[in-house]
């Protein structure tokens, strides 16, 4: 039987135990959500929104409180729910020894499809996944967006008329979200399905029809997109300064009090205030008189930074990195310090790399973009002498990589794309550990330790396994991890993936600090608006370069007059259908 609401709670609580704390998952929460919609799920880590959507499956039960789900008591029937209900958490089970196919199969059988209603089924699904070509492929083998899109496609073989998606986009290369986003619509528009989703991605809450804002177990808000922002009307601005460069200029307002968030976007800084108007700029910027100040638009973005970034607006101090080259010469800041030429990398007959030539100075912010599958990553694990180079010459710090790959090493901060933490080690195990690979004698040892502590705001957790923490000081932790013995240059691989704006802030105020300090920073990202922050990047394909510049020379490259204002994913789609038109031609 149909009712008013596909789902509805009233006054649901969750609590879970862990030692001698008691954390409130979901706190008496009561929401509705419409038939026929996309209901955006949003909130910071540790908002309860994975809790939410684990109690609206039938998985959990509450501690109190009512839910149904399509007019199904998920308390009294919370198989039935998930019999009725499409569910695809952060990390989809799909068996990696498998192929697409077998995956496929497995999925009927489990949810009952018959063998008759199965042959259609999958090839509309593979047509509209476009893994039609790849149905004999181990899903292991796939790149993370096409396991996503598999993902998706074995939770639809039997369509729910209730879809739950825990971030399916996350880690997932922008022209692999539109495809997912464009699945998802259809389900919406062709059979009715209503979907409620999470996302890290708050351009992807503008999409939605209706978005329920969470904090900390609560329901803040729930409305269509535009109700959220258009109040921030008159806090909204764009700031320039032809003298500060933009990393500089968004340091310096990020300090200044009455402004809740300075963020770069293009080659302005978008500044949100916390009460109507701009605080006065002057005493903040005595050498310069040029700043031009305009008013912006609101969107969803901003209103959740307004909301949830007060409380926690970022406090870098700018030692963050007591590093040795603060406040670089111009001869210094004209040095190479990485150097690629004509790299390649082989697997068997597969070539990931091929032909790749690129130079990074020191102080700069160096993007690597790209598809999932691109080699991003192998180009990284080379540059860091993590792998072995099949053809081609890497210098890193003066040392050439197939010769001093140790003496390189030491000059080098990685961050792994999954953060390479002991999950069994506490905080402040994982940074004696760290320190002492990288060679801290005791006493240097003991004063970075202090450093991480108090810089990362990780003093408080010292003593709490790793693998509890949430993502946000999981990401916290493995950046000081990097950071322990102050190298010169630091590789950050999908640094952000999964992790909420508010973290995301935090993180790149504190990167822009170490660039301007002298550090080389290299970083791969599927945030488009985070590429706005690195002075220059490539973009690959297929293990190729298909782009390199500045944001600003790439935008100017694709625009035309039904695109006057390029963005960095107007830039990335482009490039990569192009690069895909290209090859098929000489092919």
Request: glycine share 8%; with cysteine.
């Amino acid at each position: 039987m149909k009712t008013s609401n596909a789902l509805e709670l009233e006054s649901v609580s969750k609590t879970f135990s862990s030692g001698n704390r008691t954390v409130v998952a979901v706190d008496d929460m009561s929401l509705k959500i419409d038939y026929g919609k996309v209901t955006g799920l949003i909130g910071p880590d540790g908002a309860g929104k994975t809790t939410l959507m684990r109690l609206a499956t039938g998985l959990l039960l509450p501690d109190q409180g009512r839910i149904m789900v399509l007019g199904i008591d998920a308390v009294q029937n919370p198989l039935r729910v998930q019999s009725s209900v499409g569910y695809m958490p952060q990390r989809f089970g799909l068996y990696e020894d498998l192929t697409v196919q077998e995956n496929l199969d497995l999925y009927a059988d489990l949810q009952g499809v018959s063998d008759k209603d199965r042959t259609e089924r999958y090839q509309e699904l593979m047509h509209m996944t476009g893994l039609a070509p790849f149905t004999n492929r181990l899903s292991g083998k796939l790149s993370g967006g096409m396991k996503q899109k598999l993902g998706l496609a074995c939770t639809l073989i039997h369509p729910p008329r209730l879809l739950i998606l825990d971030e399916p986009t996350v880690g997932v290369d922008p022209v692999s979200r539109r495809e997912l986003w464009s699945i998802i619509y259809r389900q919406v528009q062709d059979e009715g399905m209503s979907v409620l989703l999470s996302t890290a991605y708050l351009d992807e809450a503008e999409r939605c029809d209706e978005i329920i804002l969470m904090h900390q177990g609560k329901r803040l808000g729930q409305g269509a997109p535009r109700s959220f922002s258009q109040p921030l009307k008159g806090r909204v601005f764009h700031i320039s300064a032809p003298a500060i460069n933009k990393r500089s200029l968004s340091i310096r307002l990020n300090s200044i009090p009455g402004i809740t968030d300075a963020i770069i976007e293009g080659e302005k800084v978008r500044v949100v205030t916390e009460t109507e108007g701009m605080p006065d700029l002057v005493a903040y910027f005595p050498d310069d008189s040029n700043l031009k100040i305009e008013p912006a638009e609101p969107i969803f973005e901003d209103a959740f930074i307004a909301t949830l970034g007060t409380e926690k607006k970022t406090r870098v101090p700018y030692d963050l990195a007591p590093l040795q080259q603060k406040n670089i010469s111009r001869q210094e800041a004209s040095e190479v310090v990485i150097e690629v030429k004509n790299l390649k990398r082989k697997f068997g007959d597969f070539i990931a790399v091929n032909d790749v030539s690129f130079q990074v100075k020191r102080g700069e912010i160096f993007g690597l973009l790209g598809a999932n599958g691109a080699g991003k990553s192998t180009t990284f694990r080379m540059l860091c002498g993590l792998l072995p180079v099949t053809t081609g010459t890497v210098r890193t710090a003066g040392h050439d990589l197939r010769t001093a790959s140790a003496e390189a090493r030491g000059k080098i901060g990685y961050m792994a794309q999954r953060f390479s933490l002991y999950a069994n080690l506490s905080v402040e195990q994982n940074l004696r550990f760290f320190a002492s690979a990288y060679g801290l004698a005791r006493k240097r040892k003991k004063t970075r330790i202090g450093w991480a502590l108090s810089t990362f705001e990780l003093a408080p957790y010292r003593d709490t396994i790793a693998g509890d923490l949430p993502l946000g000081f999981k990401q916290r932790l493995a950046m000081a991890a990097s950071l322990m013995h102050e190298p010169e240059i630091l590789f950050l691989d999908e640094p952000t993936s999964g992790v909420d704006p508010l973290a995301r802030r935090e993180f790149w105020l504190r990167i822009n600090t170490l660039a301007e300090s002298g550090v080389t920073v290299l970083v791969t990202t599927h945030f488009m608006d985070e590429a706005n922050y690195c002075d220059r990047l490539i973009i690959m394909s297929e293990g190729k370069v298909l782009a390199e510049g500045s944001p600003a020379e790439l935008k100017s490259s694709i625009q035309r007059p039904d695109l006057p204002d390029p963005t960095m994913e107007d830039v990335f789609i482009t490039l990569i259908e192009y690069g895909k038109n290209t090859e098929g031609q000489a092919a």
